[in-house]
C-alpha cells in the first residue's frame, strides 16, 4: 500500500503560481500512472492532470491546459504539479492518487491510492 502526502498549498492572489509536491512512501511509485485532482466546495472531485510512469507521456484538463504542468520525479518517489497565471476558479482541494492499474485512466475511479489533499485559495 503506498501512501501520498500532498503539500505546497496555500493561498495566492490571482495570477500567481503554486507549485504542489506529492510524495509517496511505502512502495516505489515508478511504475504507476499518477493524477492530481480538485475537490471545490460542494463539487465533486474533478481530473486535473495525469502523467505516465516514465513521465513522458501528460494529459490535461481543459480548463489547466497551458497553465499547469505535472512532473515526477521516480529517484524522489515524487510528483508535482506546477500552477502558473491561477484564477480563482482554481481554488480547491488539490489530491495525487496513485493508478493501480496499467490503465491510461483520468476518472477517479481509475486510482486506487490518495493522499489527504491541500488547499489552495485564489484571491481576485
Known amino acids: 500500500q503506498v501512501h501520498l502526502v500532498e503539500s505546497g498549498g496555500g493561498l495566492v492572489q490571482a495570477g500567481g503560481s503554486l507549485r504542489l509536491s506529492c510524495a509517496a512512501s511505502?512502495?516505489?511509485?515508478?511504475?504507476?500512472?499518477m493524477g492530481w485532482f480538485r475537490q471545490a466546495s460542494g463539487n465533486g472531485r474533478e481530473f486535473v492532470a495525469v502523467i505516465s510512469w516514465s513521465g513522458g507521456r501528460t494529459y490535461y484538463a481543459d480548463s489547466v491546459k497551458g497553465r499547469f504542468t505535472i512532473s515526477r520525479d521516480n529517484a524522489k518517489n515524487t510528483v508535482y504539479l506546477q500552477m502558473n497565471s491561477l484564477k480563482p476558479e482554481d481554488t480547491a482541494v488539490y489530491f495525487c492518487?496513485?493508478?493501480?492499474?496499467?490503465?491510461?485512466?483520468?476518472?477517479?475511479?481509475?486510482?486506487?491510492?490518495w493522499g489527504q489533499g491541500t488547499q489552495v485559495t485564489v484571491s481576485s
Open positions: 511505502g512502495r516505489a511509485i515508478s511504475s504507476n500512472v
Open positions: 492518487a496513485a493508478d493501480p492499474s496499467t490503465g491510461w485512466g483520468t476518472s477517479p475511479a481509475d486510482f486506487g491510492s
